[in-house]
């Protein structure tokens, strides 16, 4: 009788002994907070549990070298850093080129946000000051009563940013982002991205913007729950978040259009100078009043006389997403910048090229002036800074996400997805210009067309995988997602424990489960997961 638990034991070893030998990385996504020494404690805490987890390499979101590469404290604690990586025998892959999720890079210059356009949005002027036209607010006489809230049709005028505001009676207490959206008259688009403004108190403010692109006419709609709306107005958001470069330039006309204004001779220099300062150089708000275009002294502008405007804004998407801009060559000096810091700094064996759901692109012109679908831009953009890594590091693996990349996720073509976010298009096309000798770490596949398409261009694969599901049966539907999906695909090099919320508590319990697919597995009985983060 002993011999059957000795039996059951050997061929759980040989299960799990086949599993690891098919699929040898065991990736861990890592983001560290080497800013202060209870950081690096943190930090090389994980590097132990990773170890005591099978890991053997780290995703490393870290990105202070890019401003702190010659701050001796915080080398001292990178060397502690990759000491303790090196002592668990765990290879450190850090993270550049964050060009969806771009915040560490606007406090070099703010005005490097990804715009949208605004065209001719009217201005009038008075007391040696131009601001925007009142006129242009909206009339919200078609949106009806749905419930406590609002639903309707409204009509604006393209490409305008607009800014609503209204105050909630009693506590809204659904998620913001169901709170209020702005669509396409066929509902088809959301021309609204951002996270809603709430201010807390017995009375809340909500303040909201939205870019109307082309659309003469949108669907809107407000739906607070039990809570009440009153005072709503849709407004002219003004020069609220203006970004200011060369490539993206302010033009201000007479009404008629036939005489152009020069800045610095009949206005003064104009910059939303609150994107600076509020709260933190590189932090954006939009719950303020936008910065008004001052007369310089001898200016051929009139008080009373109405003004054109033509220029791009920011605009963040959810709560806290802003955008680098693809196109403007002076945001790939700062990436080079990047990229020369991190290795300077890590010595890197790998480096991972951050491209990631990049939401707002394409409406600023290309400095050549010859334009490129959003697709064909992406393909450029990673062929250079694939070059870049080549020449800095010749030796060091190239890695990024699979999204961006395949027609199975955000590159899905025009036909089947339509817009892709705030994009002026979609990312078609995006892997023309992707190496074979990249390696994609592949998030999210539903389907087993997302494997098989980096499979037949010969694109290694690391299987990402969690998403922050706390019990043993969504991580193993999670894993047996994966399975099903790659079975039978070459270059699947291993898995990643991938959290959101830097979750590290189910670490070691994945990758047994991992481990041991082959005894609990049931692929019939696997259920397709939602994608994270995304509302449709």
């Known amino acids: 009788m002993r011999a059957i638990p000795v ?8 299960s799990m002994v086949s599993a690891a030998e098919k699929l040898p990385e065991r990736w861990v996504y890592a983001k560290a907070d080497l800013g202060s020494d209870a950081g690096l404690e943190t930090f090389v805490s994980l590097m132990k549990e990773s170890k ?32 303790a990586a090196k002592a668990e025998g765990i290879t450190l892959v850090p993270n550049i080129c964050s060009t969806g999720y771009s915040g560490r890079y606007f406090h070099f210059d703010p005005n490097l946000m990804a715009g949208l356009p605004v065209k001719q949005m009217p201005f009038i002027v008075k007391n040696g000051k131009a601001s925007a036209d009142p006129a242009g607010a909206l009339d919200l006489g078609t949106l009806k009563p749905d419930g406590n809230g609002l639903r309707g049709m409204l009509k604006v005028k393209p490409f305008q940013q607009y800014k609503i505001t209204f105050t909630l009676k009693g506590k809204y207490e659904g998620d913001r982002d169901d709170l209020l959206r702005v669509m396409s008259p066929d509902a088809k688009r959301w021309i609204s991205r951002a996270t809603p403004v709430l201010k807390d108190a017995d009375e809340q403010t909500v303040v909201y913007c939205f870019n109307s692109l082309d659309n003469s006419e949108v669907r809107a709609q407000i739906l607070p729950r039990d809570a009440k709306i009153e005072n709503v107005k849709i407004e002219l958001a003004g020069t609220l978040m203006i970004v200011r470069r060369p490539l993206v330039p302010l033009t201000v006309t007479s009404e008629d259009g036939q005489t152009v204004y020069e800045e610095g001779k009949d206005f003064k220099s104009l910059h939303d100078a609150d994107m600076l300062k509020k709260p933190f150089d590189g932090e954006f708000t939009i719950d303020r009043a936008p910065a008004d275009l001052e007369l310089a002294e001898g200016s051929r502008i009139k008080d009373g006389e109405k003004l054109l405007l033509t220029f791009w804004h920011g605009y963040r998407v959810g709560s806290d997403q802003d955008i680098m801009s693809l196109e403007d060559p002076k945001a790939m000096e700062i990436l080079e910048m990047e990229l020369k810091n991190c290795i300077k700094v890590w010595q890197p064996a790998g480096i991972f090229l951050n491209y990631d759901e990049m939401r707002i692109a394409g409406w600023e012109p290309m400095p050549d002036g ?41 590159a899905r073509p025009f036909g089947e997805k339509g817009y892709y976010y705030l994009v002026n298009g979609n990312w078609d096309g995006s892997w023309e210009a992707l190496p074979k000798d990249v390696i994609i770490l592949n998030w999210y596949a539903p389907k087993a067309e997302s494997i098989k398409f ?40 291993g898995f990643m424990y991938t959290t959101w919320t830097n979750d590290y508590k189910h670490l070691k319990r994945y990758f047994e489960l991992v481990d041991t697919y082959e005894q609990w597995s049931a692929p019939e009985k696997v259920v397709k997961e939602k994608e994270p983060g995304v509302k449709e």
């Open 7 to 14: 039996l059951l034991s050997a061929m759980t070893m040989l």
């Open 52 to 83: 005591a987890s099978g890991c053997t390499h780290a995703l490393l979101i870290e990105g202070r070298f890019l401003r702190w590469s010659e701050d001796a404290t915080y080398l001292a604690r990178v060397e502690k850093a990759k000491a």
């Open 370 to 410: 010859k334009p490129l679908k959003p697709g064909e831009m992406l393909a450029k953009h990673f062929k250079v800074m694939y070059e870049k890594v080549r020449a800095a590091a010749p030796e060091a693996k190239v890695y990024t996400w699979s999204d961006m990349f395949t027609p199975h996720h955000n």
């Open 454 to 493: 980096f499979a037949d261009r010969g694109n290694p694969q690391v299987l990402c995988g969690f998403y922050d599901g706390k019990t043993d049966q969504k991580m193993k539907n999670n894993i047996g997602n994966w399975m099903k999906v790659s079975a039978g695909q070459p270059g699947i090099l």
